[in-house]
Nanobody
Framework: QVQLVESGGGLVQPGGSLRLSCAAS????????MNWYRQTPGKQRELVAS???????NYGDSVKGRFTISRDNAKNTVYLQMNSLKPEDTAVYYC????????WGQGIQVTVSS
């Protein structure tokens, strides 16, 4: 059974930082491209950052220079370091693993507010 479990979300003040983690099981993690998406009510899910199996990264324009995606294949975990957070970063963040099939985590809330 494939599971992607996000952790590390919560409430943070503007300008603060959070690190999200996504632990994968049931897949050969090192073969998968891993992605972080986010979604707010009434909007489509937005790609935040991606990392290929080879370690190449890509970021959405709204987070470039502030967020960093990384992976630890030994721990079957992908991370999203989020710095200089803004209120508009408030969303439910989802982890996604992609190869032939695509798997999703359950999502985790990030709220940026003073």
């Amino acid at each position: 059974q494939v599971q992607l479990v996000e952790s590390g979300g919560g409430l943070v003040q503007p300008g603060g930082s959070l690190r999200l983690s996504c632990a994968a099981s049931g897949i050969i993690f090192r073969l998968y491209a891993m992605n972080w998406y986010r979604q707010t009510p009434g909007k489509q899910r937005e790609l935040v950052a991606s990392i290929t199996s080879g370690g190449d990264t890509n970021y959405g324009d709204s987070v470039k220079g502030r967020f960093t995606i990384s992976r630890d294949n030994a721990k079957n975990t992908v991370y999203l370091q989020m710095n200089s957070l803004k209120p508009e970063d408030t969303a439910v963040y989802y982890c996604n693993g992609q190869r032939i099939l695509t798997y999703w985590g359950q999502g985790i809330q990030v709220t940026v507010s003073s």
